[in-house]
């Protein structure tokens, strides 16, 4: 073995993975999606029906108003709210400050299922559920929160995911706050600034880095949305209410069996985030020239 | 050269790596011609299992799978010399059947016996190429005690290729007290229009309603509908989801949600905690389901033991029936290495008199077998008889003339139109009230045929 056929060997076992996990089906998606699956082992050349299908599909629509939604909201929520609660826990002044960070972090730990049960129940239709019975409180009927319209089912996914979301979120912030200077804060101090100075001066480029790393997985945590919103409703979203891209890919493929048809939106959707990639890495200058030097 | 070099340090290992894959299976097939390879493995198997032959068995109902390993012990009881083991494997229902086609996709890894919702059942029944062992010789000798609408659910071509756990007799579960306030007799209640009067009673007297509409879920509507002989699909597969007893059905669901008599169901369908949760506080006074969600009352609803009276459920008019869809099959899979074994065991297990009284006892269900419903074995004290009390299958014997079969496994695209039911047409037509039922109706029947 030399130096230069090592590294070969060392990757060989990740590309192989990958080729026959990730690369191997997704060839294969893209060749189903020209097809119909038929029974169990036939499959019929159908040429872009599939395709043409999704544009007449009433569903599609939905689908991708509650996943840009979902996306929009889980970005503003989990970016701002975090920041705040890790600002305020990374003060020396709060008290029970290692109680609040575990406290914070606990919901991370639950699974999926759990917490959508938890949260499908609180959001209830019955009378009785603590959220209605807050809003009798406030003289408002009691309502079926997650059979609503399609913007309460975006609140009810961002509210749930969020709980489960945050504590994780905080812990970034607060590893990137505790990353900064002490002496900056002081310099700062000592030329004038107050605390919305500092805090917009001194903190935020420090953490500029940790908040478009949390920005990222937080949107694609969002556009491949799936768990919360399958536990929520059910696996049954009435009326598109809750309803994902992914969430209606999985339920076409494997609730119905229309491999072809699910194949065709999930090349479509891949595309859709390879664009959405594109303009990513373009704004940030990842791998451009400037970074390199 | 170096590049080279490469290369092949890569694909001797890539062969490596294949070879310990693929080694397992050299094991019983490497010597002489396949089928002496295979059995010797069957006689390694059974000597490993101390002399029984291990079948494996998939369901996503829990109980299922108990009431198979009790059988198993049964079987073994009576069949000293040929013993068997019985492994089961429980999956949520969209897993086991995604599972359950890729494995019958591959050719490998499919379960012996496994059990199939009657709403998926026509997906693994299109193709040439049948993935299920034909029941005929087992069924067909029993045929004159088993009620044939249900049977023929799982025929296809003159074949049986799956027996179901029960009738899934259409009832409703009216709750006495709440109609005993208001006065209502529930033999005064026979048709549709009579419950409708009944509920204005209901309402004046209690304030409550006297039914709840699903809007998540369809098999209420399924058997409102199917009693004026409204389906998804006719006979051959064609779609006529958007027929006018269905748009009729809906329309009268809508007349009984305007005025109060009926209200959609808490949490969307019967099969919520938020439902169980409004039933048991006496939320309304009736509910239309099949028989088996008598275990529901019992298990989650013990409040209401002895409140709850089963009747058959009020009819359109005199032609009406009571349309019958089971609810799960099981079959033997044409992987199975034990076909035979797996089809006599299958056949004492569901459709032996023992059986069909062990599928009441244990599970709760109302059998096919019908020569046993007058019997004691049905009256015998359980949890379903403690609650209901012991007349049970009064009620089943006297509807027994007018079951008629659901087309239920006639179009593989049962699946996506009950989809299309639980998850746009109830929810749009009764719970949004933004389309009216011949749009919602219509575009359903859109969605499918572009399917097709």
Request: hydrophobic residues 40%; glycine residues 8%; contains cysteine.
């Amino acid at each position: 073995m030399t130096k230069r056929t090592a590294p070969y060997l060392f990757c060989a076992p990740f590309i192989l993975t990958f080729a026959i996990f990730m690369v191997y089906p997704m060839i294969d998606m893209i060749y189903r999606s020209f097809y119909k699956l038929e029974g169990i082992r036939s499959y019929r050349f159908v040429g872009f029906d599939n395709y043409h299908r999704i544009a007449t599909d009433p569903h599609i629509g939905n689908a991708i108003w509650t996943t840009l939604g979902f996306t929009a909201g889980i970005v503003a929520v989990n970016l701002v709210l975090p920041l705040l609660l890790a600002l305020a826990l990374n003060n020396k002044l709060t008290p029970f400050r290692n109680l609040f960070r575990s406290a914070f972090y606990i919901p991370a730990l639950t699974s999926v299922v759990v917490a959508g049960i938890f949260f499908r129940l609180f959001l209830a239709g019955n009378a009785d559920t603590p959220l209605n019975a807050a809003m009798r409180l406030f003289g408002k009927e009691p309502r079926e929160w997650l059979f609503d319209t399609k913007m309460t089912g975006i609140v009810a996914l961002v509210l749930t995911s969020t709980w489960r979301w945050l504590g994780l979120n905080i812990l970034y912030f607060l590893s990137a706050l505790q990353t900064i200077s002490r002496e900056l804060y002081d310099a700062a101090h000592v030329d004038g600034a107050n605390t919305l100075q500092r805090f917009r001066h001194v903190t935020l480029p420090g953490i500029r880095p940790i908040i478009l790393f949390v920005t990222t997985i937080l949107t694609y945590g969002g556009l491949r949305m799936f768990g919360e919103s399958y536990v929520l409703w059910n696996g049954n979203t009435p009326g598109d209410i809750g309803l994902t891209i992914v969430l209606y890919i999985y339920r076409t493929a494997f609730g119905q069996f229309d491999m072809g048809y699910a194949s065709a939106m999930s090349v479509l959707f891949f595309l859709l985030l390879m664009v959405l990639n594109f303009f990513y890495i373009q704004s940030m200058g990842i791998g451009s020239r400037r970074e390199e030097r | 050269m170096k590049r080279l070099r490469a290369i092949l340090a890569l694909s001797v290992l890539t062969t490596a790596m294949l070879a310990g894959c693929s080694s397992s299976g050299s094991d019983d097939t490497g010597s002489g011609n396949s089928s002496g390879g295979k059995q010797t493995s069957e006689a390694k198997q059974q000597s490993a299992n101390g002399g029984k032959t291990p079948l494996t068995f998939w369901t996503y109902v829990e109980q299922h799978s108990e009431f198979f390993q009790d059988a198993a012990k049964t079987w073994n009881e009576k069949h000293p010399d040929e013993q068997i083991e019985i492994k089961t494997e429980t999956y949520p229902i969209e897993e086991m059947h995604s599972k359950l086609l890729i494995t019958l996709q591959s050719g490998d890894g499919a379960p012996d016996i496994v059990d199939v919702n009657v709403a998926r059942f026509s997906d693994f029944m299109q193709g040439k190429e049948k993935v299920f062992v034909p029941l005929n010789e087992v069924i067909e000798p029993e045929k004159g005690s088993f009620l044939e609408p249900v049977l023929d659910i799982y025929k296809y071509d003159g074949n049986y290729y799956g027996i179901e756990y029960h009738v899934g007799s259409p009832m409703m579960f009216y709750n006495t007290e709440i109609l005993d306030q208001a006065g209502v007799k529930v033999e005064d209640i026979v048709t549709w229009d009579d419950l409708h009067e009944a509920g204005k009673k209901v309402l004046q007297a209690t304030g409550k309603p006297i039914i709840t509409f699903e809007v998540k879920d369809s098999w209420s509507y399924y058997i409102m509908a199917g009693e004026r002989g409204g389906d998804y699909f006719d006979e051959k597969g064609n779609t006529i989801i958007d027929s006018e007893e269905n748009a009729k059905t809906l329309a009268f669901m809508l007349e009984m949600l305007k005025d109060g008599t009926a209200v959609t169901t808490p949490g969307g369908g019967f099969h919520t905690e938020e439902y169980y949760g409004f039933m048991s506080k006496n939320g309304a006074a009736s509910m239309l389901e099949c028989m088996w969600y008598m275990g529901r009352f019992t298990d989650y609803m013990p409040e209401l033991s002895g409140k709850i009276r089963m009747a058959p459920p009020p009819v359109w008019d005199a032609n009406s029936v009571y349309p019958v869809f089971g609810g799960t099959a099981t079959s033997v899979t044409t992987l199975s290495k034990h076909q035979d074994l797996a089809v006599r065991f299958l056949a004492e297990a569901k459709i032996s008199a023992e059986g069909a009284g062990k599928i009441w006892n244990v599970l709760g269900f109302d059998p096919l077998r019908w020569d046993i419903w007058g019997t004691d074995v049905m009256k015998q004290d359980n949890k379903f008889t403690q609650y209901f009390g012991k007349d049970i299958f009064d009620i089943v014997i006297g509807m027994k003339d007018k079951f008629h079969t659901s087309n239920i496994t006639a179009s593989p695209k049962f699946s996506l139109a009950n989809s299309l039911v639980a998850g746009d047409i109830l929810f749009k037509v009764l719970s949004e009230k933004s389309e009216t039922p011949e749009e919602a109706l219509k575009s359903a029947a859109d969605q499918i045929e572009k399917a097709k």
